[in-house]
C-alpha cells in the first residue's frame, strides 16, 4: 500500500492507494478515532459489486451502518438527491461526527461530498473512490457539488475529506470505456507536469489496457500525488490549480454541444490535442509532441477527430464558460510534454482556426 499524505495548511488527510484495501476500512476508520454510526452513499451498480465486503469491513470493526443507494448516473448529482438525503440522514439520526463514506464513481463523490459538507454544516467525509476517475482525480483536492439546471457543478463548496481509500482491486470490473475515460485525466497530469511519468504511460498503455493491478496502482498512485502536490499549494483555485483544467476548456464545450452524449474523458482527450494544437501555432509544442499525444489519446480508446459539430456551437459554449473574458480565453497551453502554461491571451478566432483546420483534415 502507498500512503500520499495531503497538507492543504488548514487540513491534512491520507490518500491509501493499493490492492484489497476495501475490507481495511473499518479498521482505517476505527485508527481515524470514528466509533458508532457510519453513512454509506453509493450507486447500485457499485452496491451489488462490493456493498457487502464494504458493509462487512465496517461491521467486523464494530460500525453500525446505514446504506443510501442511488441510481447510477450523472443525473443523479441533483440538488433534489441532496435534500433527500439531508432527510435520510436526519431520520438516521446522524451526529456531527458521523463519517459520511462517499462509496462509487465520480457522481456519488461529488454528491455525498456536498451531503457530508452541508448536512449540520458538515459531517466528516471519507472518499472510497471506484472509478479511475474517481481515484486518480474526483475523490482528491476537496471539490464537491451538484448540477443545477443545464450547468454542471454549480452549487457545491471545497471540503476535504478525512480520507482517501483507493483500492485499485476495484478498477477491474470498469468496462473499457470508463477505463480511457479515467485514463484521459492520468494522460493529462503528464502532459501538465510530469514528462517521465508520460513515458511510463507510452511504454506501459497495453498493461494498463489489461487492467494488471501493479501497473494500475502505480498511475492511480502518480496522478494522486500530482493532483496532491497542485493542490496543496492552491486549495481554493486561485492560481496554479488552474493547470489542471488542461484540455477542459474545448472538452467542457464539446460535453456541452454533445448535450453530454460524450463523456468526460473523450472530450477531455479531444481537448487536449485543441489545446496541444493551439500549444503548436503559438510556436510552444512540437510536432513529435503533437504526434506523441495524439497517439496515446489513441491508444487510451479515446477519439482523435473532431466529431462533426459546428465550430460555432463550440466557441459559444466555450464563451459562455467562466474561463472565457473579452473575446480572450483563458487556456492551459503545454510548452511541451511535461509543462504547463497558463495563458490568457488566447484569441477565439485562433482557437476557431484550429478547430476548423482540425475538421478539414478528418
Ligand atoms: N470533484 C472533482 O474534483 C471532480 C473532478 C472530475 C470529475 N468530477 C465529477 O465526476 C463525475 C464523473 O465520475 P465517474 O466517471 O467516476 O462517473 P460515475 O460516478 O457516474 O461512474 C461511472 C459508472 O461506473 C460505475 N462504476 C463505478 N465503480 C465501478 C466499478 N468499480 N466497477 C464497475 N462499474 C463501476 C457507476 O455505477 C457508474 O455507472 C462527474 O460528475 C464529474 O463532474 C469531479
Ligand atoms: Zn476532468
Known sequence: MKIISVDTGNNQYDILIGSELLVKTGVKLKELGFSGKTVIITDMTVNELYGQVLESSLSGAGFETVVFTLEPGEKQKTLANAGRLFTHLSETLADRKTPVLAFGGGVIGDLAGFVAANFMRGLPLIQVPTTLLAQTDSSIGGKVAVDHGKLKNMVGAFYQPGLVISDVSLLKTLSPELLSDG??????????????????????????KGFEKAVLEYIVYKSAAIKAGIVA?????????????????????????????????????????????????????????????KKIIGQAGLPVTLPDFKIELILQAMQHDKKVTGGKVRFILAAGIGE???????SLSLVEQVLSDWNEKT
Open 233 to 293: 499549494q492552491d486549495e481554493k483555485d486561485n492560481g496554479l490549480r488552474n493547470i489542471l483544467n488542461f484540455g477542459h476548456t474545448v472538452g467542457h464545450a464539446i460535453e456541452t454541444v454533445s448535450n453530454f452524449t460524450i463523456g468526460h474523458g473523450r472530450a477531455v482527450g479531444l481537448g487536449m490535442l485543441a489545446a496541444g494544437q493551439l500549444s503548436h501555432k503559438l510556436g510552444m509544442f512540437s510536432p513529435n509532441d503533437l504526434a506523441r499525444l
Open 340 to 346: 504547463a502554461v497558463i495563458s490568457d491571451g488566447v
Open 183 to 208: 485514463l484521459a485525466e492520468v494522460i493529462k497530469y503528464g502532459v501538465i507536469c510530469n514528462g517521465n511519468f508520460f513515458e511510463y504511460l507510452e511504454k506501459n498503455i497495453a498493461r494498463i
